[in-house]
């Protein structure tokens, strides 16, 4: 800055002490939650400290699941949720990125609508349209199945167009030059815009694979068998039984391993992260 | 629309291309919504034999009763809410890592991670902290003479559902005003120091105006998500409850359809939602089409 002024760095520093409190204290609660045995949740208030059951705790929850609730074990939620994420996000991004390549480098009739086809999607989230998507996906005899999970949420309007603006960015002599050595429209693809797109699909797959972990509704209408249960909506099972105290130290210990591989992934692929943030929503 | 100088002279292959895009979007997205608009105009028969065309009763019905308005009123009070302390919040914080050049980034670290918490994880978190028998804050709370039952309380309720909420949303906005406020010049502050404003008033008058542009988008993508996208705080805390006090919008329509099995009404509430969505992307892209040109 262009002057100095202490007790301004001070405040900023306070300031951020408190955000960043503020942000993590929820999360440091589950945490020490997920450490203790069921009795320290019958007293009156939640411990501070960590207790000696993490080992224990976290081992029940992926090895046998809570017989409560009727959930699957962890393991089994966690390897749906890492299947049903990296499908969407791959899945997305090889859709979008040729609906891009052909809206960008074709011409040819009814171009337009399909741009607007595809630009709807933006304006149907599942959240409004939920009775009747169920209804195709149930029709289609979808339902408990990785491709009912899916395929209904891989449309992407944003991946295409930041491939569009991408592709747009991309000098016209270099399709020029291909097309005088001789190479055909799929060989341009491949071995020119492909690698050139390289960052913007590293960046792009950060996002969305965050997006299909983090589904909620979606899973919670098309499973109803426990063997596709993902952990995010399977979280909410465990948590809300009836006429009984959730167990709060196994729920917690699911809550921690349900934000692990994310939040993981948002820290150390900051700079990806932010870069298909920015340039899918902007 | 844009395009390339040149072009490759292909008829069936750019079809082929878009097929499977256009084909997902036809299926689970246009089909869907036409039924949806669709069944807005039929009644159906509790047994779903006979369904019958009444035109716009399903949405005068709708706009008539006190519950769907109670719930329109309700959205409205939450999003705002939602909005308002998200967005300052993140506004500070990053004001203050834009401030800093070295630590600034260990802190931008600490405050991002949000972002990849689902919003019912968001939401059952907060709702431990709030847990009437052992929540800490509840307990705090208690210590300070204020029972805390969001079980009973409708104003506890929506407070619990918009603090969830808010604080998943921190880290989104926080990000976007970072790279706002980087994109500030520095030269302009430094020539208003030099003319004597104070950090503060140099605030004001430089940082303020240029940061309008996001702003304005993130006030409409937080309008947005606090509409949409928070489906899973009001499951995991309140199902809507109290006496319907946290009953927004997107849970209503799958309560009503899903659990009420009341078809021809969740149907006209998804269009109504849908005609919100549109009004807001329309905005929002409007104003993103306008910014790229500079």
Sequence with gaps: ?282 | MQTKRTIFPNMWLPYGLLAPQLAITLVFFIWPALQAVKSSFEREDPFGFKTTFIWFANYSKLLADPMYLNALWRTLIFAVLVTVIAMGVSLVLAVAVNRLLRSGRVYTTLLVWPYAVAPVVAGILWWFMFNPSIGILSYVLGQMGVTWNHRVNADQAMILIVLAASWKQISYNFLFFVAGLQSVPASLSEAAAIDGAGPFKRFWTIVVPLLSPTTFFLLIVNINYAMFDTFGVVDATTSGGPAQSTNILVYKVYADGFLGLNIGSSAAQSVLLMLIVIVLTVVQFRFVERRVQY
């Excluded at chain 1, 997920?34 to 090895?63: E, I, K, R």
């Excluded at chain 1, 199945?145 to 891989?154: C, D, V």
């Design chain 1, 1 to 282: 800055m262009v002057e100095n002024r202490p007790w301004l760095n001070v405040l900023t520093h306070l300031v951020l002490v408190v955000g960043v409190i503020i942000i993590a204290f929820p999360v440091y609660l589950a945490v020490i939650a997920s450490t203790h045995g069921p009795g320290a949740f019958l007293s009156n208030v939640v411990p501070l400290l960590p207790g000696p059951y993490l080992l224990d705790n976290y081992g029940q929850m992926l090895s046998q699941g809570m017989s409560t609730s009727g959930a699957p074990p962890l393991t089994l939620m966690l390897a749906n949720s890492l299947v049903m994420a990296i499908i969407i996000a791959v899945a997305k991004i090889a859709i979008s990125i040729i609906s891009a390549y052909a809206i960008v480098y074709f011409r040819f009739p009814l171009r337009t609508l399909a741009f607007w086809i595809i630009f709807i999607t933006l304006m149907l989230p599942v959240e409004v349209r939920i009775i009747p998507t169920f209804k195709v996906v149930s029709d289609l005899g979808l339902l408990n199945s990785y491709a009912g999970l899916t395929i209904p949420l891989i449309a992407s309007a944003t991946a295409t167009f930041l491939f569009r603006q991408f592709f747009l960015t991309v000098p016209d002599e270099l399709m020029e030059a291909a097309r005088v050595d001789g190479a055909g429209p799929m060989k341009f693809f491949r071995d020119i815009l492909l690698p050139l797109s390289r960052t913007n699909m590293a960046a792009l797959f950060v996002i969305l694979f965050i997006y299909g972990w983090m589904q909620y509704l979606w899973p919670l209408l098309v499973t109803t068998d426990p063997k596709f249960y993902t952990v995010v909506m399977g979280i909410k099972r465990m948590a809300a039984v009836a006429d009984a105290d959730p167990q709060w130290n196994l729920v917690m210990a699911a809550v921690v391993l349900a934000m692990l591989p994310p939040v993981l992934i948002v820290i150390f692929m900051q700079r990806l992260f932010v870069k298909g943030l920015v340039e899918t929503e902007k």
